[in-house]
T-cell receptor, first 109, second 113 residues
Framework: RKEVEQDPGPFNVPEGATVAFNCTYSNSASQSFFWYRQDCRKEPKLLMSVYSSGNEDGRFTAQLNRASQYISLLIRDSKLSDSATYLCVVDTGFQKLVFGTGTRLLVSP | ETGVTQSPTHLIKTRGQQVTLRCSSQSGHNTVSWYQQALGQGPQFIFQYYREEENGRGNFPPRFSGLQFPNYSSELNVNALELDDSALYLC????????????FGPGTRLLVL
């Protein structure tokens, strides 16, 4: 079983749609969780951290369910510029970030 | 734009050769982590350097080695290159290894023929 699992997609949605990505992780001792965004042929960039209480940044909402070892990212009112690969990332606490394979999002006009 | 830079941007090598990739960390950062990203995959952690010492290593063979210098810049060395080493190599700098301060460089694309 992979340490971090994501649906690779692609998710094809129209502008203005709401889309949700899910991610599961296997190490129950994992301490911190993140969503990164990676544009084609570019480096990953931190989108947001994920806290147990959930957190929101504009159109983006991230949630963590430790009991189910499950992380989610919700994007509301999708924009063309949201088209990218979204990487779920888990900090196992051993100076090691574990990345999922990423979920590709394509937003169309 | 982050302050993390990497060189070279692209590199072509043949099997069995050795390669050195370089990374300059963002000002004020003392930790550098290296990742390998194969096509269609997420980045995989190779190792981390903190204040010139290796501070954590992923599941990579010993032919992957590194250094960190007093100015916190870093090198990744790969010996005896294999075809499967073809990938994007990313370095990321952070303050004291805190992932919330981590920024990635643009990467070096390595092709092994």
């Amino acid at each position: 079983r992979k340490e971090v699992e994501q649906d690779p997609g692609p998710f094809n949605v129209p502008e203005g749609a709401t889309v949700a990505f899910n991610c599961t992780y296997s190490n129950s001792a994992s301490q911190s969780f993140f969503w990164y965004r990676q544009d084609c042929r570019k480096e990953p960039k931190l989108l947001m951290s994920v806290y147990s209480s959930g957190n929101e940044d504009g159109r983006f909402t991230a949630q963590l369910n430790r009991a189910s070892q499950y992380i989610s990212l919700l994007i509301r009112d999708s924009k063309l510029s949201d088209s990218a690969t979204y990487l779920c990332v888990v900090d196992t606490g051993f100076q090691k970030l574990v990345f999922g394979t990423g979920t590709r999002l394509l937003v169309s006009p | 734009e982050t302050g993390v830079t990497q060189s070279p941007t692209h590199l072509i090598k043949t099997r069995g050769q050795q390669v050195t990739l370089r990374c300059s960390s963002q000002s004020g950062h003392n930790t550098v982590s290296w990742y390998q990203q194969a096509l269609g995959q997420g980045p995989q952690f190779i190792f981390q350097y903190y204040r010139e010492e290796e501070n954590g290593r992923g599941n990579f063979p010993p032919r992957f080695s590194g250094l960190q210098f007093p100015n916190y810049s870093s090198e990744l060395n790969v010996n005896a290159l294999e075809l499967d080493d073809s990938a994007l190599y990313l370095c990321a700098s952070s303050l004291d290894g805190d992932p919330e301060t981590q920024y990635f460089g643009p990467g070096t694309r390595l092709l092994v023929l």
